[in-house]
């Protein structure tokens, strides 16, 4: 008799819910967070269990490498894509624990990528990257607001790394606003250094990936972007076709239509995150970089919104990242743009 297993993960504690072939609930409890104590609660069905389905939560890794490693056949769930139960008038971590392993007996379980243990502090070290450069920002934006208060002009990026500790005294004769600007340009300068730190760390990483020379011959894609842009990927063939890569990456709208008719929008957060803002900086650098790829955004900007044109970018680089990192290859403007 087979046997399906699944972990309502919180921070501190687990729900355990363990069903049979026919729906029969065979175990539940709630068990705090410790590796031991589960395995041991899942030992007496481990010979009969066909899965363990974990939910794919921030501290998910902990849980899925520990019982992978004891030999479980584990699953991680696409927390997002998991039908609710709509006739349920009571739910909490008992009932989802067992909806959860009732949907992987019947076959219904949506199931996520399990990232492979050895790359993922390099995906995480570049995801941290990406948090800092977006902390530095905010920083630069406030000192252009400061900026445009005291003097009523735009202050440009340029222009700020360029600012003097006199100009900035001419500007801001009141003490306790001086004192912010600079504390704000201090965080900064503080931000760059450690950025550049981990792009140094990359550098030195980057040079061993043959996976990437495809990759950057893409205009616009440089080292860190390329490398993000691989990782967060993952295997590329696990995606069965091209619409299913640039579904992923958040570049397919989530519309639903009738007869049609827009009846709504589907699952907008289904996908990457992280590979969707990629894609989109490659898109702005292209533009940029590529006289092609800047006259053919130029003419769908004259008949839709910026943006909408420049998703379309990142669309059209994505369908062609997708051939690059499965077949390898030269990057051909005029296939992708024609």
């Avoid at 970089?289 to 910026?306: H, V």
Wanted: proline share 3%.
């Amino acid at each position: 008799m087979a046997l399906y297993a699944a972990c309502d993960l919180h921070s501190n504690n687990t729900v355990l819910a363990v069903v049979d072939d026919v729906g029969a609930l065979r175990y539940r409890q709630r068990l705090p967070n410790d590796l031991s104590l589960l395995d041991a609660a899942l030992t007496p069905f481990r010979e009969e269990l066909a899965g363990v389905a974990v939910e794919s939560t921030y501290n998910a890794y902990w849980l899925i490498d520990g019982l992978q490693a004891q030999g479980y056949p584990m699953q991680m769930v696409n927390t997002l894509a998991v039908p609710q139960y709509a006739g349920l008038k009571h739910g909490d971590d008992d009932s989802d624990a067992r909806h959860l392993a009732e949907l992987m007996r019947l076959n219904l379980l949506p199931t996520a990528y399990i990232y492979p243990r050895e790359q993922r502090p390099l995906r995480d070290l570049l995801r941290r990257r990406m948090l800092l450069v977006q902390q530095s920002v905010r920083l630069l934006q406030s000192v252009q607001g400061y900026w445009a208060r005291a003097t009523g002009q735009r202050l440009s990026a340029n222009g700020f790394r360029h600012l003097t500790r006199q100009q900035l005294t001419d500007t801001f004769q009141d003490p306790t606003e001086l004192f912010a600007v600079v504390s704000l340009i201090q965080m900064w300068r503080a931000l760059q250094a450690k950025v550049a730190e981990i792009e140094t760390w990359l550098a030195e990483d980057t040079r061993r990936r043959r996976e990437l020379i495809a990759l950057r011959t893409v205009p616009g894609i440089g080292a860190v972007l390329g490398l993000t842009i691989w990782l967060e990927s993952g295997e590329i063939t696990r995606f069965d076709a091209v619409g299913q890569y640039t579904s992923y990456c958040r570049l397919v709208p989530a519309l639903r239509f009738s007869n049609g008719k827009k009846k709504g929008t589907g699952n907008r957060k289904c996908g990457n995150r992280y590979l969707a803002w990629a894609w989109m900086e490659a898109a702005n650098f292209a533009i940029r970089f590529d006289s092609d790829i800047k006259r053919w955004y130029q003419r769908n900007t004259a008949k839709k919104p910026r943006l909408v044109a420049l998703k379309a970018v990142a669309h059209k680089l994505a369908r062609a990242g997708y051939h690059l990192l499965r077949d390898g290859g030269t990057f051909d403007v005029h296939r992708a743009f024609a």
